[in-house]
Antibody, heavy 121, light 108 residues
């Protein structure tokens, strides 16, 4: 059974930094693109960042480009999201999500329960 | 970037058929995926590549895609289908997934 477990969320002031982690199990982690998707209170789903299988290609939503950084450690079956210069509008539930197929541009077939990030003064 | 448009809400009587549209420029030429999100739960992939169902998803859920509109159809709606539904495609211009704004399905 595929499992994705996020951690690292919390409450912090705007301008602060936070690192989210997602530990995966139940599938060959190093063979799949991984993503972070967020949902702000009362809003819809927003894709945030993605990283390819071996970690050398990353992509970001315009809203976080230059502030967030996605990385992965295939030996630890983990993907991370380093969040810097946090803004109030980054307040959201952050989900880790796995691509459904090898090769990218796929649906997201497994999601974690999410970790909550609150940026507030 | 590519824009997907969904109605904020759709209401349907118990046991009837719900149809949730997702509009986009020539969306019929793209692969559309659908997710269900209930409060306090992780999103669940319910339809992928326009009309395929992942293992464990009931046959009541189906999808279609043509022209400028993709549609999620839920037949014989049950109380448990009361949830938010999101469509998603891959945007080639920005090289990342794009979600629609979501539709709240209310079962009456």
């Amino acid at each position: 059974e595929v499992q994705l477990v996020e951690s690292g969320g919390g409450v912090l002031r705007p301008g602060g930094s936070l690192r989210l982690s997602c530990v995966a199990s139940g599938f060959p982690f190093g063979s799949f693109v991984m993503n972070w998707v967020r949902q702000a209170p009362g809003k819809g789903l927003e894709w945030v960042a993605g990283i390819n299988e071996n970690g050398d290609i990353t992509n970001y939503a315009e809203s976080v480009k230059g502030r967030f950084s996605i990385s992965r450690d295939n030996a630890k079956n983990s993907v991370y999201l380093q969040m810097n210069s946090l803004r109030a509008e980054d307040t959201a539930l952050y989900f880790c999500a796995k691509d459904e197929a090898i090769g990218g541009q796929a649906a997201l077939d497994s999601w974690g329960q999410g970790t909550l990030v609150t940026a507030s003064s | 970037s590519y824009v997907l448009t969904q109605p904020p809400s759709v209401s349907v009587a118990l046991g009837k058929t719900a149809r949730i549209p997702c509009g986009g420029d020539s969306i019929g030429g793209k692969s559309v995926h659908w997710y269900q999100r209930k409060p306090g739960q992780a999103p669940v992939l319910i339809i992928y590549y326009d009309s395929d169902r992942p293992s464990g998803i009931p046959e009541r859920f189906s999808g279609s895609n043509s022209g400028n509109t993709a549609t999620l159809t839920i037949s014989g709606v049950e109380a448990g289908d009361d949830a938010d539904y999101y469509c998603q495609v891959w945007d080639n211009s920005s090289d990342h997934p794009v979600f629609g704004g979501g539709t709240k399905l209310t079962v009456l």
